[in-house]
């Protein structure tokens, strides 16, 4: 199994990223996906999930309006486009696979099954 993040940068306040996520080594459909980033000094934070078929998402309330969590099942890659972007939102984001069942707004590292390596993300004037 492969989770291979991309799309991170630096970026000013107000400005847009999109991250990107390709998945490996599992039938990438049928699972739930979730975004989880940590910014530096802090734990991890849930930031975002979507259930296998795309029609469910859910938000942290920190980024809720401003992130877009999408998905390609055709292509095997999750997506988070990120607009209007604060320096609180500087992290390292990850890609993450939650275990069935498990609450998905879980930070607990041991309740995802996988993980990327993260994309840094940078916003700073």
């Known amino acids: 199994v492969q989770l291979v993040e991309s799309g991170g940068g630096m970026v000013q306040p107000g400005g847009s990223l999109r991250l990107s996520c390709v998945a490996s080594?599992?039938?990438?459909?049928?699972?739930?996906m979730s975004w989880v980033r940590q910014a530096p000094g802090k734990g991890p934070e849930w930031v975002s999930s979507?259930?296998?078929?795309?029609?469910?998402?859910y938000y942290a309330d920190s980024v809720k309006g401003r992130f877009t969590i999408s998905r390609d099942n055709a292509k095997n890659t999750l997506y988070l486009q990120m607009n209007s972007l604060k320096p609180e939102d500087t992290a390292l984001y990850y890609c993450?696979?939650?275990?069935?069942?498990?609450?998905?707004?879980?930070?607990?590292?041991?309740?995802?099954?996988?993980w990327g390596q993260g994309t840094r993300v940078t916003v700073s004037s």
């Open positions: 080594g599992f039938t990438f459909s049928s699972y739930t």
């Open positions: 979507i259930r296998t078929g795309g029609g469910s998402t």
């Open positions: 993450a696979r939650p275990r069935p069942g498990v609450q998905i707004t879980t930070t607990k590292k041991d309740e995802y099954d996988y």
